[in-house]
């Protein structure tokens, strides 16, 4: 399974747009990038999968470049409700689904 | 759509007793499941994937026979904690993945289980 690097924390105020980058050098052809959002005592919550290029949903948007080995999850405008810690993982369709959680990044939204 | 449910939502045991926790997809039918534990300001660990109807695969250092995991349908998987200990004491999480999913590896989070092992 491919393993990811994110930054272990990152500020920001509310209203700024925030921007996490994820590290997967040894991606797979057939690996997903998903990243998902924790809170304190519960689990995980989807909130962005994609493949290639860019990726942009209600709440989130994945930048992922040409040659897959890194992707960057956007915020926009955060609000204090998005202090959470962010996982970004790597999957493969065809084997297992399991999913290695790296440490994540502790996103501190300050007012 | 793409939800997963967990019963109970914490639980509290004496050393020695067996505690089960239940893993619900509730709108899709899961052909995976998967049962991680999270130690406070701990990152997810990987305990074991279950399949219906087939024996659990579990991961390096877990123990199967303390660590039971029956996945009996496809919208049900239980973990057992048998003879559990002060060190069993964590947070539980199921998860789950299926046709319903954005993709067929994207997993399904429960709210997770509380175990507090006096």
């Known amino acids: 399974l491919a393993k990811t690097t994110q930054p272990i924390s990152m500020d920001s105020y509310e209203g700024q747009e925030v921007n996490i980058t994820c590290s997967h050098n040894?991606?797979?052809?057939?690996?997903?990038i998903t990243w998902y959002q924790q809170f304190p005592s519960q689990g995980p919550r989807f909130i962005i999968q994609?493949?290639?290029t860019k990726v942009t949903n209600e709440v989130a948007s994945l930048f992922i470049p040409a040659d897959r080995k890194s992707s960057t999850l956007s915020l926009p405008r955060v609000s204090l409700s998005d202090t959470a810690v962010y996982y970004c993982l790597v999957g493969d369709a065809s084997n297992t689904g399991k999913l290695i959680f790296g440490q994540g990044t502790t996103l501190q939204v300050k007012p | 759509g793409a939800v997963v449910s967990q019963h109970p939502s914490w639980v509290i045991c004496k050393s020695g007793t067996s505690v089960k926790i239940e893993c619900r997809s509730l709108?899709?039918?899961?052909?995976?499941m998967f049962w991680y534990r999270q130690f406070p300001k701990q990152s997810l660990m990987l305990m074991a994937t279950?399949?219906?109807?087939?024996?659990?695969?579990?991961e390096q250092g877990v123990e199967k026979d303390k660590f039971l995991i029956n996945h009996a349908s496809l919208t049900l998987s239980t973990l057992t904690v048998t003879s559990a200990h002060p060190e069993d004491s964590s947070f539980y999480i199921c998860?789950?993945?299926?046709?319903?999913?954005?993709?067929?590896?994207?997993?399904?989070f429960g709210p997770g289980t509380r175990l507090l092992v006096l």
């Open positions: 279950s399949n219906e109807g087939s024996k659990a695969t579990y």
């Open positions: 709108d899709f039918q899961a052909t995976t």
């Open positions: 994609g493949y290639k």
């Open positions: 998860s789950a993945s299926g046709p319903g999913g954005a993709t067929p590896e994207t997993q399904y």
């Open positions: 040894n991606i797979a052809t057939n690996d997903y």
